[in-house]
């Protein structure tokens, strides 16, 4: 029996509706909704939710560590131009990923949404090759946040320590220094996470200014057009616009988010680095390809189903939602942009992802050798190959979608 739809459940949930109830009521209902059960406690506020989002976006850190690569392919103006274009890209990919949240707020994530709104004919295949693809892409999240943490201490000792002679396996084991701190974090002392999420909130902004007016102030100066009119092509690439393209990728990276630590994994990839910093590099390329391609998988679908009438209008009578395709699991939630918006939106978040992707494959610059090719294609090719391979030999027998825990009755899930 299949998960989502034939699944036989053991209880179903009471049919009354919360009209003025309090956040964890709504939750209930949102989650019963989907099948789900609320087991986990409610414990972040909405201080240490905004703290907890900037430390998940990492934005003007993260792009701290990666700027580099921007500023050979694409100089100055191609940073700038690049973080508009990236946080214009990013804006629409999260704000229909965002309207997938307000439908189905599960942490499931993506392989759930894509279950939800895949065709029945392949819904279990690109539910799982999804979950693939995201697990793999935080993985190698995980291994990337680790080894830039690292390498950053690392230079700082280097600053502060002239006679230093920095050694691979010494930024190795920084990496799993800095991944037993989040462990540590994420269960001994997890109680006090809203808190600490709060602490990093202040950090986040005062460390914005503590670091960028020291920047501003004793920075050599430059003219305007130096800013906004140089471009660079540190890749010798044939063109300056594909320069810049590949150079896209560092501010991409500033805006990717940062969810959970699977250190056994991560610290496994780290001793890639004693060997080869280029081969570890190419596993941590898996972030941006991986991730965005089940990005991609969620934002397509959704236009697909928002083109077809495929999700249905909580302000729909019961008739006439009843008169909608059976599988048409989700109506829009709370956050949805509707109308010809809301489709371009998403046309242009598919389009800056399917960008993205491409060029995340291709290598720093040429001529391309084996120690500087990006085999990141073949990482990802691998995870492809070898979860459509493990899908058709035994996953399907036992793989049925996304677990349903409760049911609501059709007609009551149509008017909630």
């Known amino acids: 029996m299949d998960g989502l739809h034939d699944l036989e459940l053991n209880e179903t949930v009471p049919k009354r509706r919360v009209e003025h109830g309090n956040a964890d009521d709504r939750d209930r209902e949102e989650l019963a909704r989907l099948g789900k059960k609320q087991v ?8 240490s939710m905004l703290g907890f989002s900037c430390t998940m976006l990492i934005t003007w850190e993260g792009l701290l560590t990666v700027f580099v690569q921007g500023l050979s392919n694409g100089g100055p103006a191609g940073l700038v131009y690049g973080y508009l274009l990236a ?14 949240v307000s439908m189905a707020p599960t942490s499931s994530g993506q392989y759930h949404w894509v279950a939800l709104l895949a ?4 819904q279990r295949f690109l539910s799982y090759l999804t979950g693939w693809l995201t697990v793999a892409g935080w993985q190698a999240f995980v291994a990337s946040a680790c080894y830039l943490s690292g390498t950053l201490i690392q230079g700082l000792i280097i600053l502060q320590h002239p006679g230093y002679h920095p050694k691979l396996w010494h930024g190795t084991f920084l990496f799993w220094a800095v991944a037993a701190c989040a462990v540590f974090v994420n269960t001994v002392v997890s109680r006090s996470l809203p808190k600490l999420e709060s602490l990093i909130l202040v950090l986040h902004v005062l460390g914005f200014f503590a670091i960028f007016i020291p920047l501003i102030y004793l920075s050599p ?5 130096f800013v906004f009119r140089k471009f660079l092509n540190g890749g010798d690439w044939p063109s300056q616009g594909l320069s810049f393209f590949v150079g896209l990728l560092g501010n991409v990276f500033a805006f990717l988010v940062a969810i959970g630590v699977t250190s056994s994994i991560a610290i496994l990839l780290s001793l890639i680095s004693i060997g080869s910093t280029v081969a ?6 898996l972030t941006v390809a991986s991730l965005f391609l089940s990005y991609f998988a969620c934002c397509s679908l959704l236009l697909w189903r928002r083109c077809t009438g495929g999700i249905f209008d909580r302000k729909l009578t019961s008739r006439d939602a009843a008169n909608l395709p059976q599988s048409s699991q989700l109506s829009w939630g709370p956050f949805h942009i509707p109308g010809m918006w809301g ?12 960008i993205v992707i491409f060029f995340s494959f291709w290598p720093p610059g040429t001529p391309v050798t084996p120690s500087t090719m990006n085999y990141s294609v073949l990482a990802t090719g691998l995870v492809v190959i070898i979860s459509t391979v493990y899908y058709a030999v035994c996953a399907h ?6 677990v349903v825990e409760v049911m609501v009755p059709v007609m009551e899930r149509m008017n909630s």
Do not use: H
């Open 87 to 100: 946080w214009i890209g990013t804006l629409a990919v999260f704000t229909t990923m965002a309207e997938l």
């Open 397 to 402: 027998k036992v793989y049925t979608g996304p």
């Open 280 to 285: 570890l590099n190419d596993v941590l390329s």
């Open 40 to 47: 986990l406690q409610r414990n972040f506020g909405f201080m």
């Open 221 to 225: 100066r430059t003219s305007a057009s």
């Open 119 to 122: 065709p029945p004919s392949c």
């Open 343 to 354: 489709v371009v939106i998403n046309i242009v978040g598919c389009t800056f992802l399917i």
